[in-house]
Nanobody, 121 residues
Framework: QVQLVESGGGLVQAGESLRLSCAASGRTFNTMGWFRQSPGAGTEFVAMISWSGSNTNYANFVEGRFVISRDNVKNTMSLQMNELKPEDTAVYYC????????????????WGQGTQVTVSS
């Protein structure tokens, strides 16, 4: 059974940091990434990373504050979020695709259940 499980969300103040983790089981994904969902902004792409980790892509709103990484031995992916802002408040989801192009076309093969991030001002 393929499963993605996020962890690391929580309540922080503006300017603080959080590190989200995504543990995959049942298979590996060539490209993985993060989306977020909030009532105000809807569903947004956050970041994506290739199998080797040499290719990454971030949404414009990240502005250098987040870093995505992965550990293929452990089959995990992380999102280090720094300088958090209230507008970063959302449920964050990890997902995976068979390749970079598939991810860009949003042809996802699996999603996690999400982890809540709340940033207070």
């Amino acid at each position: 059974q393929v499963q993605l499980v996020e962890s690391g969300g929580g309540l922080v103040q503006a300017g603080e940091s959080l590190r989200l983790s995504c543990a995959a089981s049942g298979r590996t994904f060539n490209t993985m990434g993060w989306f977020r969902q909030s009532p105000g902004a809807g569903t947004e792409f956050v970041a994506m990373i290739s199998w080797s980790g040499s290719n990454t892509n971030y949404a414009n709103f990240v502005e250098g504050r987040f870093v995505i990484s992965r550990d293929n031995v452990k089959n995990t992916m992380s999102l280090q979020m720094n300088e958090l802002k209230p507008e970063d408040t959302a449920v964050y989801y990890c997902n995976g695709a068979a390749g970079w192009s598939q991810y860009q076309r949003r042809e996802f093969e699996s999603w996690g259940q999400g982890t809540q991030v709340t940033v207070s001002s």
